[in-house]
């Protein structure tokens, strides 16, 4: 069965970082692209980033909130994405999710056009400012 499931959350000072890790099994790694999700407390689910191993284009995309602080990347041999998150904020703040794409490409993170078929189950991100 398609598993993902997310870790490396926790409480961290602003300024500081963390690695989330999202392991995926059940499926055929690089057929797929991933992309990272977070929600905070009364705001929508926000795209932050997604990786396509197997793309020769958008393989990478990264929210703006994301862009010079965070980055996404991947281990094939242990079916595994990663995000480093630094210079984390307050702001960022939200339960971290990791979800398939129903493709092999980013293009972007529009709910309401691109479809997401497997989510892990959720990692906290708790930033102290």
């Known amino acids: 069965e398609v598993q993902l499931v997310e870790s490396g959350g926790g409480l961290v000072q602003a300024g500081g970082s963390l690695r989330l890790s999202c392991a995926a099994s059940g499926f055929t790694f690089d057929n797929y692209a991933i992309t990272w999700f977070r929600q905070a407390p009364g705001k929508e689910r926000e795209g932050v980033a997604c990786i396509a191993n197997g793309a020769s284009g958008g393989r990478t995309v990264y929210a703006g909130s994301a862009k010079g602080r965070f980055t996404i990347s991947s281990d094939t041999a242990k079916n595994t994405v990663y995000l480093q998150m630094n210079v984390l904020k307050a702001e960022d703040t939200a339960v971290y999710h990791c979800?398939?794409?129903?493709?092999?490409?980013?293009?972007?993170?529009?709910?309401?056009?691109?479809?997401?078929?497997?989510w892990g189950q959720g990692t906290q991100v708790t930033v102290t400012s």
């Open positions: 979800a398939r794409v129903e493709r092999f490409y980013c293009s972007g993170f529009d709910l309401k056009t691109i479809v997401y078929d497997y």
